[in-house]
Nanobody, 115 residues
Framework: QVQLVESGGGLVQAGGSLRLSCAAS????????MGWFRQAPGRQRELVAQ???????NYADSVEGRFTISRDNAKNTMYLQMNSLKPEDTAVYYC?????????WGQGTQVTVSS
């Protein structure tokens, strides 16, 4: 069993920055996927960024150049640094990992960007 605990969301003005954290605990072996998703009201959950075990990253076009995903293997923690935030980034952000054939979600953290 794996538990994911997110932190770091909040309210920020447009142009500001936030850093989200996702701490994992439990049986964390053979991670097949690590990433961040977001879901805005009335919209489907979408992939924002992902990072491989080797450190390769991939981003949604809408956040490329503004968001940075990273991981600290020693702390079993994944981060999402969000810069130059826009009102359209407002959403609940979820971290997700897939261990073996099982996927796990964080509880979600609200990010609100005011104009």
């Amino acid at each position: 069993q794996v538990q994911l605990v997110e932190s770091g969301g909040g309210l920020v003005q447009a142009g500001g920055s936030l850093r989200l954290s996702c701490a994992a605990s439990g049986s964390i072996f053979s991670i097949n996927f690590m990433g961040w998703f977001r879901q805005a009201p009335g919209r489907q959950r979408e992939l924002v960024a992902q990072i491989t075990s080797g450190g390769s990253t991939n981003y949604a076009d809408s956040v490329e150049g503004r968001f940075t995903i990273s991981r600290d293997n020693a702390k079993n923690t994944m981060y999402l640094q969000m810069n130059s935030l826009k009102p359209e980034d407002t959403a609940v952000y979820y971290c997700r990992i897939v261990v073996g054939k099982y996927g796990y979600w964080g509880q979600g953290t609200q990010v609100t960007v005011s104009s």
